[in-house]
Each structure stands twice: as structure tokens, then as C-alpha cells.
């Protein structure tokens, strides 16, 4: 893209491509500084490996999603072209020259910094040159007892021939010499690594000498593979693995039950078209051109890689090595007094509003709101959305002891959450079983927003109370994700909760809801329509201000706005953490629009809307900027309408605005240029975990 942005005096065209960042390779630069945070000396050294994992594992849902639906737009023949002006197949040539170079850089740091430095630290991944005779002996024998009794090598020839492999699974190439029993000389065979085993396996103790001592099951592989093969000679072994669309593709048009669907998709996930091919560097050319032939990949889709090709399976190092001092200080989210262990939910709730900010502040509020409600024999129902839970959720389980205790509960279980669908099968069957109602929100929407709802019998009355936030009900992510959550007892917003949930569970015309912003109906055209008050402020005579935090901002219609308001005079000042495909600092476009991203120990969540010339001035929900959260899902944006919170919510915003430790600003050429890492300059995580933590 070119970088000189410069235009006339009169108002450009705001559909010209040049103002627009391609949203696949958007998010690549997103990846790009997660990967940075490897480098960054700041974090402890085995964070510094997780980053570098979340890198690998986004890489792989990057492949599997976004990168599988070019290639099946082109298949498709639907070239059309997006604001940016790139092709699909334009695009994909792109990702292939960015993704190339982050990938060698991922295993460059790996080998080359970090696997030396753990070493330094006492934790060792032991290469196969460095195994000493009493380690060879234990590989071996673990060899024979654990990997060849579930190993199923796959000798190929025609009655043989190339298996479909399992998406992401660690596998080998190998190459063979001389004939088996039957006589078969074909020279080449499959080996599967066994699922059931862990890639990375830990030492015992008389073989560690007191450090943390790890040797890859690709290595064993590497070192026995003979053992597979009696009587033949092995020339050569490679591993390799092939990542496949994982997206999954339910027919909506004539589906009668969407759970019996979506587990008949399931399945399909693991064998979906081949997009990636990874292998080892070492792998012989001969052997790279028949694994492309058979998985029908060309070269742009190939990645030699110096390591295992598996990185993501290592996520489990951090925590089988007991070194708090390499990892992230432990600390105690923050409570309100009045939401402590022993108070009275209700009461607290019914005299004022809540705002709590994860995970700096608890989520055991939220935890405890439902399981007062279950055991309440006032409580006489409860209605909430699920999306992504986790195991053994203890919001779940609230929710089930509340169906025991013969209380109305309501479950809005989305099927869809990506990669979580198995387990939201799961969790509706175990809450229908209990006595809950369980349905499964609007066919073609996915239910995206967080709500609950309780209703209580006070006084001869109902009264309604509800919790609405930007994250999920999972109790670990709160721990991690930056999320809003908002605890209230307000007869409008609660009732607006009660109209979505009606929306959900029932039908009928769409009823006026009046302080909540509800995607696919209101959201889109309520924040259009406040940044349309700016502007209005502005040509009238006053300053006018937009600050926007999100994941993601792609929309079209609500960039167009962003770019009138920042013509119009308005101050942008947008906080996006992934995705952003608008292009700040065009002279005459968005001049007035600052773009920054925050990348650090927390992954930011929080869905934020400020508008200086609106009332309320302070909206957070469930929705990012993006066509599938405003235009195909279920959203819900609720305001702050307390002046306290409110005030509250703006600090936190110009706290975000004024870090320079670790945001990331983008420039007009689509670069972002990174934080100074200034030692004078605390980041803004830590200052919100300064003071609001326990």
C-alpha cells in the first residue's frame, strides 16, 4: 500500500481502498506483537514462553479459520473485492510473505534465546546429542513400555496409500530400505505420533539432577522409529504436520434440531481441506514434494520449521515447573466491601450499581449473585446467556443447583462458540437433565451477549436484578481477560435484559427497548447515530470526543462514521486491541483518529463506547466493531448511567490512552510502532492491578 496518504482540500471519497487495512493481514500484525512479547525482558522468562506459545496457537486458528475461507472463496469463484481492495487470492499472497517471516522469527527466538536462558534457569529441553547413556537407556525402555504398544505406522502402497491425518496431529515421514514379509518394497511409510501421549515428557528425578528436565516424544520417535519397521533400514524420519479448515459449515436451511446437527459436523472438523503444511527443516526435498501432492498444497502453503511442530502442545510447561520467580507475581482480585463473602447480594445491589473490572477486581460477585439466587426461596427465576463456560464452571453449577431447587431457569446455550461446541453440548444436556429450559437463541445469530437475570419476589412484588458484561462466564478467563461486568437493580435496564431474553426464547415483533443497544437491531445504528452527535457538537461550536475500546474494528459503515467525525473535527481516540482496518493519520480523512493497541500479561476484553455530547456518555457490552458482532449476532450494550461509574470508566480509558509501556500505535502505512518500554512509565495493567487488587 502506498504510503503517501496525502489528499486534496475537498472531501475524498471515504470508499477509496487506499484508506482501508486488509483485515486478514490486521490481525497477522496483531499475532506480530504478541510474538514481540517474547523478546520483552520485562516478563518473566517462562511468560515469555507462553507468549510465544499463544503466538503458535493463534497462528494455527488464524490457518484454520481465516486463511481456510480465502481459499474456499476462491474455489468458490467469489473474488469479491474488500474495502482494502485486495482479492482473496491477493490477499493470500500476502499472508504468505508476512506469515513466513514470523514464523522462522517464532523458532529463531525459541532455539536461540529462550530454551538457552530456561537452560541457564535449570530448565532443560534435552536434544538428543545431549542424552547420556543412563537417558538413552530410559528413552528406550519408555519406547517399548508407552509409544510402540498405541504406535500405528502406516506402511504406504496401494492397498496403503496416504492416510487422512487428523488435523494438527503430530506425524513422520519415513523413509524405508528392503522389503517387509510380504515382500512390499514401496520405500516409504506414515507415522501417526499417538494422541493419548504428551509431546513433551518430563524426566524423573535421579535423570534431572535437581533441574527440570524435558525430552520431546518426537525425539523418542526419532531415536526408535526402527523399532516400527523390523528387518527393513530406515534412511531417513521427518515430522510434519498439516493444519485443515476447522471451520465448521451447518446448513441452517431445513434444520430441525441444531444440537443433532452440529454433532454431526463435529467429526468433520478434524478433516477438513488441508491449508498448512509444516515439516522439518531437515525433511529431504523429494519427501516436502510428495507431502504437498498429497495434502494438494503448493509451496506458499509450506513452512520448514527448525523445532517441533507441535508448540502449542508445550503450554503445559509453565505449570509442571514449580519457579514462581519465572512466572507472573500471584496477587488477590479486589472486592467491593459491600459484595464480600457474607453479604447479602440483594440488598447491596438494590441500593446502588456495580461496575467490577476483571481481573483486577473479582468475579466471585458475579458467582455469588447466583448461588444466593439458587438457594433463595424468594428467587423465583433465573435466565442467563452461556457462550463459553469452562469445566467444572461454578456459574454452571449454580445454575443447576437453582433447576434442583425448583426455581424457573432459563439457559441460553450458544452451540457455536467456536471450538467450544462439544463441550456447550455437553453443558445443555447436563441442564436439561437438572430441570432447566434450555434453548439455543435465534438460528442464523449467534448469541454473543452476557446476561443475567433474576426475579425475586419482594414485598408482594417482583423486582428484577441483573448482571451484564464484555467477557464470558468463566471463572479462569476472568483471571486473564480484561472484562467489564455490571452488577443492577435498575427497573430499565432490567427490564430491556427481560425484552432480549423474550427475543431469544419466543417470538414476536421486536419491542421497543430503551436503554440498551441490541445487535442485530439497535447497536449498529445507536453508535452511528452518538458519533453523529459529535459531529453535531462540533459544527456547533464544541469539542467533541469519541474514545473507542474494542478487539476488533472492521465494520464499514461504522469506519465511514470515524472518518466523517474526524473530518468534522471530532477527537478519535480509539483503543483496539486485534483487528483495526481503519487507517489513522490520512491528512483530511482521519488526521483526528489515534489507534493504539495493548498487548501485556492480560489479554484485553473490555468493550468500552465513550461519547463526550451523549447521555449517558459511557456504553460497554458484549460487541466489538466488527459485521458479524453488529449485523449476525445477539449483542447487548448497556450504559452506565451512574455519574460515579461513569467517571470511573473515563479514568480507566485515559489511563489506557496515556500508557506507553505497552501500547502499540498505529501509523498511517499500517506499521505499528512499538512502546518505548519506558521504566518511568508503569503500564496501565499494572497500575489498575496496583489499585485494585486485594
Known amino acids: 500500500m502506498p504510503n503517501d496518504l496525502s489528499v486534496s482540500t475537498e472531501k475524498p471519497s471515504l470508499d477509496n481502498p487506499e484508506f482501508y487495512i486488509n483485515r486478514e493481514l490486521s490481525h497477522l500484525t496483531f499475532n506480530q506483537r504478541v510474538l514481540e512479547q517474547a523478546l520483552n525482558t520485562e516478563h518473566p522468562l517462562l511468560e515469555r514462553l507462553r507468549f510465544l506459545l499463544i503466538f503458535s496457537s493463534n497462528i494455527d486458528e488464524f490457518f484454520e479459520i481465516r486463511v481456510a475461507g480465502l481459499m474456499d472463496r476462491i474455489d468458490l469463484e467469489r473474488q469479491n473485492i474488500g474495502l482494502d481492495g485486495l482479492t482473496p487470492e491477493q490477499a493470500l499472497k500476502h499472508i504468505a510473505e508476512t506469515c513466513h517471516p514470523l514464523v522462522e522469527k517464532q523458532y529463531h527466538i525459541l532455539n536461540t534465546m529462550l530454551i538457552p536462558e530456561l537452560q541457564e534457569q535449570g530448565v532443560h529441553f534435552l536434544r538428543r546429542s545431549e542424552w547420556t547413556p543412563a537417558l538413552q537407556k530410559w528413552v528406550e525402555e519408555y519406547f517399548l513400555s508407552d509409544i510402540l504398544p498405541v504406535s500405528s505406522p502406516i506402511g504406504l502402497d496401494p492397498a496403503h496409500p496416504f492416510p487422512l491425518l487428523v488435523n494438527k496431529s503430530l506425524n513422520f515421514i519415513v523413509s524405508l530400505e528392503g522389503k517387509d514379509a510380504f515382500g512390499r518394497e514401496t520405500g516409504m511409510a506414515i507415522v501417526p505420533a499417538p494422541r493419548s501421549l504428551d509431546r513433551v515428557i518430563q524426566l524423573p528425578d535421579h535423570l534431572s539432577d535437581g533441574t527440570y528436565s524435558f525430552v520431546f516424544l518426537s525425539s523418542m520417535i526419532h531415536a526408535h522409529v526402527d523399532k516400527l519397521f523390523p528387518g527393513m533400514t530406515v534412511k531417513g524420519c521427518y515430522q510434519f504436520r498439516v493444519t485443515r479448515n476447522a471451520d465448521l459449515d451447518v446448513d441452517m436451511e431445513g434444520v430441525a434440531d441444531l444440537a443433532i446437527a452440529l454433532k454431526g459436523e463435529l467429526a468433520s472438523r478434524r478433516f477438513g481441506r488441508a491449508v498448512r503444511l509444516e515439516v522439518a527443516d531437515d525433511c529431504p526435498e523429494p519427501l516436502i514434494d510428495f507431502l504437498l501432492k498429497e495434502t494438494q498444497l503448493t509451496e506458499a502453503h509450506l513452512y520448514q520449521v527448525q523445532g517441533p511442530v507441535n508448540l502449542k502442545r508445550l503450554m503445559r510447561v509453565p505449570s509442571m515447573v514449580d519457579r514462581p520467580d519465572l512466572l507472573y507475581p500471584s496477587f488477590n482480585p479486589g472486592i467491593p466491601r459491600a459484595l464480600g463473602k457474607k453479604s447479602d447480594m440483594f440488598s447491596a445491589i438494590a441500593k446502588r450499581d456495580y461496575l467490577l473490572l476483571h481481573p483486577f477486581e473479582s468475579f466471585k460477585p458475579v458467582v455469588q449473585l447466583l448461588r444466593q439466587a439458587a438457594i433463595d426461596p424468594n428467587v423465583m427465576a433465573i435466565k442467563q446467556t452461556l457462550y463459553r463456560t469452562g469445566d467444572n464452571s461454578p456459574v454452571v453449577q449454580a445454575l443447576l443447583e437453582a433447576a434442583r431447587n425448583g426455581k424457573e431457569v432459563t439457559a441460553v446455550v450458544e452451540l457455536r462458540a467456536r471450538f467450544d461446541e462439544a463441550e456447550n453440548l455437553e453443558l445443555a444436556a447436563e441442564l436439561q437433565a437438572a430441570g432447566a429450559v434450555v434453548v439455543y437463541g435465534v438460528v442464523g445469530y449467534k448469541t454473543h451477549s452476557k446476561m ?54 419466543g417470538m414476536g415483533k421486536t419491542e421497543r427497548i430503551r436503554r440498551v443497544l441490541n445487535a442485530p437491531f439497535t447497536l449498529k445504528t445507536g453508535l452511528i447515530r452518538l458519533i453523529q452527535r459529535e459531529i453535531d457538537a462540533v459544527e456547533s461550536g464544541q469539542p467533541g470526543r469519541v474514545i473507542m475500546k474494542a478487539n476488533g474494528l472492521t465494520e464499514p459503515d461504522v469506519i465511514h462514521a470515524l472518518y466523517r467525525a474526524s473530518q468534522a473535527g471530532v477527537k478519535v481516540d480509539l483503543i483496539i486491541r486485534g483487528m483495526c482496518c481503519l487507517r489513522p493519520g490520512i491528512p483530511g480523512v482521519s488526521d483526528n483518529i489515534r489507534v493504539k493497541s495493548i498487548v501485556g500479561r492480560f489479554l484485553e476484553h473490555t468493550r468500552v463506547y465513550y461519547f463526550a455530547n451523549s447521555t449517558p456518555n459511557v456504553y460497554c457490552g458484549s460487541a466489538d466493531l466488527m459485521e458479524r458482532n453488529l449485523n449476525r449476532r445477539v449483542e447487548v450494550c448497556f450504559p452506565i448511567e451512574s455519574p460515579k461509574l461513569t467517571k470511573r470508566v473515563l479514568q480507566d480509558l485515559e489511563m489506557y490512552l496515556d500508557d506507553n509501556n505497552q501500547s502499540w500505535t498505529l501509523t498511517s502505512s499500517g506499521e505499528y510502532e512499538a512502546p518505548p518500554n519506558s521504566k518511568l512509565n508503569e503500564g496501565v495493567q499494572s497500575l489498575l492491578l496496583e489499585s485494585l487488587r486485594d
Do not use: M, P
Open 452 to 505: 443475567i437475570l433474576v426475579v425475586r419476589r419482594e414485598n408482594d412484588q417482583l423486582k428484577r436484578y441483573a448482571h451484564l458484561g464484555t467477557g464470558n462466564y468463566h471463572a479462569d478467563t476472568a483471571r486473564l481477560y480484561t472484562d467489564y461486568s455490571l452488577l443492577t437493580a435498575d427497573e430499565n435496564i432490567c427490564a430491556d435484559v427481560h425484552k432480549v431474553f423474550q427475543q431469544l426464547t
